[in-house]
């Protein structure tokens, strides 16, 4: 699968190819705006990810521009401004989603899995892993065909690992998916525990496998 | 506190009490001389015509002598004593207190004289005139009478034109005082004087101009750095961020080496969000949270509070609401639900485990109480990183933002400590 970064922080850039080429994506760069519009004009992506602040011109314009080609691509907007205006006016024009900096990779990924499922599989966007059945659309799971009940914070991690697969993910990064903005006023991250432990137990309890391992202490990783 | 124009008008009134004591003795002496010199002068005419006159009647020694007793013993102001030895001198001039003896009550009088040697038939004779004058005491008494009555007068005359000149003359100076008083450093309005035709006030005025000016434009810098910096950072935190990221998909890791990129993770959570914060302080002043319309304050608090459910399950915090249904007030949906969040994550976050929390709502505030032990300083908890040593959590903004999305919306908030319980509160 075919991701565009269009942003011009070679840093950030390097960072989220290397960690999404794990996971079969292939990455390419745009770090200037004249460079994005003639990448996208040319070639096909699955998902594109837009700084919109880029040194010569705004990222909402190639926006624009995609959706004057009625090209089809996911875009997630990475930016570092987080004004609510940006926000809105990005996903008006037509950005599936929008993730302030600074973020984790992990949460990426698992945003771009999201929309990358959703454009390619619509409303029969059915994960499978052997015995594991999610269907994202209507956020049931089932296992060896029977139905399991999660709470929503218990689907969100299940679906965080799985887009994340084979990662190492810690605790806080966990922590700051679950309570967004309001992590950094947590005196603990006792609270992922509990989620963790019902969910695992939820899984084991339906017969799945332990797919969901334990790393150094608090550190958690869904091995397939 | 005394107003300036009464203390002047202390200090003219003592000045103006001097002045006019000591113009007391000063007109006395004044009254006295003019009135010695023409009782002098009026007894010198006296004297002259008594001489004159004797001397044109031209009496006999036998006529003149009797006459003599007979004027001596009425003595109407003038007195004749012949003299034996012929002796040429000055005239005299004297005064003198004499009893009155025709008076009831016991009195003195005072006399002017004048002594003066006279010739009459060729004889020497040396005459008294004497002339009733104004005792000293009763001159004085007058003129001091008179001179406290024109005091009084001078006093009430000057707080009278005190009071008059205080309204004309110091209105520029209140104008000025009432536009310095409602002046905000954070509204982005300019303060315009009114053009005063006092030098003083106009070069105050100038002064206030210019002091005013410099400090709005250093405040607008400070707040422009704040969001600048803040944005600055955004990028190196996502790279810090994403490389250690990174770094934990080591296969080589150790657990240790874990560890500490956790730890770096935690504080990096705390600066983003400190840096987040910053950020939102600035665009709140910045005025990029200004539009206003009608939000329903009940459901923002009841979808914070099952939001917040979570956590503080995870404490046993019992929470309890009691929201008022469809409370709508004109505000800013965005800052009410950071108001409502921030407020609720502070009562979370100082409230010890098995504790409890409950959230009021009605039309006119909104109450949020969690148990405690102890008052905090209601002075500086609204300061931005005041928050008390050996807090190793949260960005010391929280309260900060409260603060300053009440003051944007005009409303008060305030901090009780009762009954073992912290309440803040907002008043709409």
Redesign the interface.
Known sequence: MKVLIIED?P??AQ??A??LS?ESYRCEFASSFTDALEKISIYEYDCILLDIMLPDGNGLTILEELARQRKQEGVIILS??????DKIRGLQIGADDYL???????ELAARIYSIIRRKQFGNVNIVEQNELQINLPAKTVTVNGTSLTLTK?EFDLLLYFLSNKN???????LA?Y??G???????NH??IY?HIKNLKKKLTQAGCDHYLKT?????YKWEV | MNRLLHKTLKTYSIFALFVLAASVPAYYFLTDHIWLRELDEHNEIIAQRTEKELNKLQLSELQLSQSLALWNSLKPGTYLKPLTVIKERPDSFYTVLRPNPYSEKPSIDRFRGLSKIIHINGKPFELFAETNVEETEETVAAIAVLTFLFFLILVAGLLFLTRRLSAQLWKPFRNTLAKLKNFRLNSATPLVFEQSDTAEFEELNNALRKLIAQNISAYKAQKEFTENASHELQTPLAIIKNKLDLLLQKESLTERQYQLIEEINKSLTRITGINRNLLLLAKIENHQFDDMSDVNVSTIVEQCSELSGDFFEQKNLHLQTTVETNVIISSNATLVEILVNNLLMNAYRHTVHNGHISIQLNKAKLSVYNSGKQALDSRIIFERFSKKTGEHTGTGLGLAIIKEICVRHKWDINYQFKNEQHCFSVIF
Request: no cysteine; charged share 30%; hydrophobic share 35%.
């Open positions: 922080e840093e950030l960072s989220i290397e960690y794990e570092a401004k987080g004004s609510i205006d302030t900096k600074p973020f984790h990779l992990a914070k990662r190492v993910i810690s605790k806080s990064t700051e679950l309570s903005d309001y992590a950094d006023m947590l005196d006792d609270f509990a790393i150094y202490g608090t550190g």
